[in-house]
């Protein structure tokens, strides 16, 4: 009797010797999948004024002339819409993305010899772009962008109309607030470069132009 109640407890013992000396295997956490980094989605809203030059024969039919004559500035609401993604790789510390951009401007202007003729002209840019970005301080970010493309233009004056399109490009820069990790706030000022337009037999100068813009970003 006394020799089963010692290996009784001995066995006890041991028992509760290994199960103190055990340790939890915890897995190693695996790698995360490689990326091409976050969608994202974003518009801007901005201003610009641009010099142009028309012929006559635009507003006139019926003249043989076709000497330019002035055209005073125009001024054109900008609209875009951008839809792309972090490449999740850096060039000299900013971080890059690409994405497509597609505008609206809508623009118009005042002969300066009658007043009582306008001209109006619509402008739908679709760009390919690539943005670079980096932090300055706190949520606050700096951003450069550069695209190219092809715009469609349509001009109205005098009762006529006339469709065009040509090589576009623009630039940006400004500064970004990170409101949060999925929203953005940005405002900067843009370059526009628009091959002439024709309406006609007459160029239509829009080039080297540059606008006031803010705008809005949504990260997936």
């Known amino acids: 009797m006394k020799l089963t109640i010692l290996v009784t407890i001995a066995a006890s013992i041991t028992a509760t010797a290994f199960a103190g000396g ?15 980094g976050g969608w994202f989605i974003g518009g801007t809203y901005g201003q610009f004024e641009a010099d142009g030059d028309l012929g006559y024969s635009v507003l006139s039919k019926a003249a043989a002339a076709i000497d330019p004559i002035d055209v005073d500035k125009f001024d054109f609401d900008m609209y875009t819409l951008h839809f792309g993604r972090d490449l999740g790789t850096q060039v000299a510390g900013f971080d890059v993305a690409a994405y ?43 951003y450069l962008t550069g695209g190219l493309g092809y715009a469609f233009t349509d001009v109205s004056a005098d009762g006529g109309s006339d469709n065009d399109g040509g090589f576009y490009a623009q630039a940006s820069a400004g500064l970004l607030y990170n409101v949060n990790s999925q929203f953005e706030l940005f405002a900067g000022g843009r370059w526009l470069y628009l091959n002439s337009l024709q309406f006609g037999d007459a160029p239509l100068e829009l080039d080297d132009a540059f606008a006031w813009e803010v705008g809005v970003r949504v990260n997936f």
């Open 100 to 142: 497509l951009e597609v505008g609206f401007l809508d623009g118009s202007a005042t002969l300066a010899d009658k007043d009582e003729s306008d001209i109006d002209v619509e402008i739908v840019p679709i760009t390919a772009n690539l943005k670079l970005e980096r932090a300055l301080f706190g949520p606050v970010n700096f």
């Open 22 to 36: 055990s340790k939890e295997v915890i897995a190693p956490t695996p790698p995360p999948s490689p990326t091409l």
